[in-house]
């Protein structure tokens, strides 16, 4: 072999393409709470201030490299379903890589499940929402089941026949993933099967029976056969869910280990391949003499649960709310360090209205989560239990419905790197949908508004009420809420086009709360810049579409205290 010489002096580069620039650092070990100025203020607005010390440890656990590595891992690595041991028995098992687990431990230890049910002191329901949201903004997997072990406690507290023996594993901020018997362990978590192939949404066409035990003197127990089509976070402890019984469809608690240590008949079929929401295990499963306990009355499964199903409504706002403003920080974030055209991206005008706009809608969509949350404090009264009847549900179609194209906004600022999955944007895209499908996709929450109305006037009227504290403010509010109760008005004579302008209606109602929100709670110029942006006569269809004057460049100042 002949081997040729270099010329004398030639020799080959030292990978000086490699040398990096004009990138933006990797944004980490920041404190989520204190940089999120909105949220800072709500808190302390809705009388969570004592709250603030904790939150701040949150906020710096979450921006953590530690967890943010631990977020990419669990999502890199979904659970895996294990239906038998290696002898042949079923087990029906699944197993998460360790960064879920601590993930989930971590957002248990701080109360993000049940803390406001645990300690239900004035501001409980919002430090738990604040909570909620930071951990929910950087992995959001994890939040179906917190979100569960949260929402099922009001029901358990309505039967305390039943809660007795659930309620203290609930409310404790052990985290205790082992599959033994729930008497045994330190914490417990919960989960929910609701709806079946054949029926999806139409719970009631649910085929899956209920035979009593006969045996038993309190009518109680009984037996499941069927299949359900969802069944969120088959890892939990115990689910509620629908079957139909001798008085009708009702509610029943599942658990997954029965109190001697022996395992229920609960047959995972198969784990979801979902488009996001990689990190959590959704599931098909199968009853097969599945053992359950009765919880409610006889024949009313669907108001039973659906007490579950409004706070789970309600963490639909907190956790899209939460991922907005990660979106947002993001590409923040990448506009203040990336330079194009002889200027940094924040400097270039264009740039600028669209991240301006991006924080118009998470400022909008954090007050709004806040109130509601404020809505739900223990002994906060029949108005507030009106007005969140009603809100939840308008906001939960609102907010979660922008939440996509808030993703992708944001994701487009950063150009190639945002449709990478080396930057966390991809994987938010592709979890904001689910929030807008979970506990009713927008046809649901818009026709359960009207069913709302229909069935407790009053909460329209709570609704109006909350609005009438920013009345004779802002001609262009006024403008649009006149008519938006005069079109639900007439339209409610006529059930077709109630159903038919049923978007219209919640649409114009979750604008007309948002706007009465920004102006009591934000700074004037952005409260001005929304209403103007959403319902002024120069509103736009996309992101970045402001009118005359704004002040973009304020607006990002004011969430981007992380970027600097």
């Known amino acids: 072999m002949t081997v040729t010489e270099f010329p004398a002096g030639i020799r080959p580069a030292q990978h000086r393409t490699h040398d990096v620039v004009n990138q933006a650092p990797r ?7 204190g940089t999120n100025q909105p949220l800072m203020e709500g808190v302390r607005q809705y009388g969570a201030a004592w709250h603030d010390r904790e939150l701040h440890e949150i906020g710096a656990l979450v921006g953590s490299e530690k967890f943010q590595s631990w977020a990419e891992s669990a999502h890199t690595s979904p659970p895996e379903l294990r239906t038998h041991d290696r002898y042949g028995n079923r087990v029906d098992e ?75 594993g609930l409310l404790s901020r052990s985290y205790d993933p082992r599959m033994i018997a729930p008497g045994l362990k330190s914490g417990l978590m919960f989960g929910m099967g609701m709806t079946e192939k054949q029926g999806g949404s139409d719970v009631r066409a649910n085929t899956t029976v209920a035979a009593p035990v006969l045996s038993d003197p309190d009518g109680r127990v009984h037996l499941l056969t069927g299949h359900k089509w969802f069944f969120s976070a088959p890892q939990s402890d115990a689910f509620l869910v629908l079957a139909q019984a001798d008085a009708g469809l009702t509610c029943f608690l599942v658990p997954r280990v029965l109190p001697d240590g022996t395992r229920n008949t609960i047959g995972i079929q198969r784990l979801k391949n979902k488009l ?33 199903v409004n706070h789970t409504r309600l963490d639909c706002v907190l956790g899209t ?22 200027a940094r991206l924040t400097e270039q005008p264009a740039m600028t209205a669209v991240l301006a706009d991006l924080a118009l809608e998470t400022e909008a969509a954090t007050w709004t989560a806040l109130r509601l949350a404020h809505a739900y404090e223990a002994g906060s009264g029949e108005s507030e239990a009106m007005f969140r009847r009603l809100a939840t549900a308008v906001s939960k ?31 938010r895209y592709r979890e904001q949908p689910l929030l807008a499908v979970w506990e009713g996709s927008g046809n649901v929450i818009a026709l359960d508004v009207l069913r709302g109305i229909a069935k407790t006037p009053q909460s329209l009227d709570a609704f109006w009420a909350e609005l009438e504290q920013t009345a004779g403010i802002h001609a262009v509010l006024d403008t649009h809420l006149r008519r938006v109760r005069q079109e639900l008005s007439r339209d409610l004579r006529d059930p ?50 402001l009118p005359h004057g704004t002040d973009a460049a304020a607006i990002v100042e004011r969430h981007a205290a992380d970027s600097i």
């Open 496 to 545: 077709v086009a109630a159903q038919t302008r049923a978007r219209a209606t919640v649409e114009g109602m979750a604008l007309a709360l948002q706007s009465s929100l920004m102006l009591r709670h934000a700074p004037a110029p952005m409260a001005e810049a929304f209403i103007a942006a959403r319902l002024g006569e120069g509103r736009g269809h996309h992101y970045g579409i």
């Open 94 to 168: 699944v197993d998460f890589h360790p960064a879920y687990h601590d993930v989930l431990g971590a957002a248990v230890r701080h109360g993000a499940h049940t803390s406001g049910w645990a300690d239900p002191k004035p501001g409980g329901a919002v430090a738990r929402a604040a909570t909620f949201m930071l951990f929910a903004q950087i992995e959001p997997g994890h939040a179906c089941p917190t979100s569960m072990a949260h929402a099922v406690v009001p029901v358990l507290q309505r039967d305390p026949e039943v809660g007795r023996d659930w309620l203290p």
């Open 276 to 308: 996001g929401n990689k990190s959590n295990a959704s599931s098909e499963v199968e009853f097969d003499g599945t053992w359950a306990q009765r919880i409610g009355e006889p024949g009313r499964g669907v108001p039973t649960i659906i007490e579950m």
């Open 27 to 33: 944004r980490v070990d920041i404190d989520e709470y």
């Open 321 to 342: 709310t939460a991922g907005m403003r990660q979106s947002l920080s993001e590409a923040v974030w990448h506009a203040r360090h990336r330079r194009a055209f002889g």
């Open 397 to 427: 179609y609102w907010i979660c419905k922008r939440g996509p194209q808030h993703a992708y906004e944001a994701l487009e600022c950063l150009g190639g790197n945002g449709y990478t999955e080396d930057w966390p944007l991809a994987r």
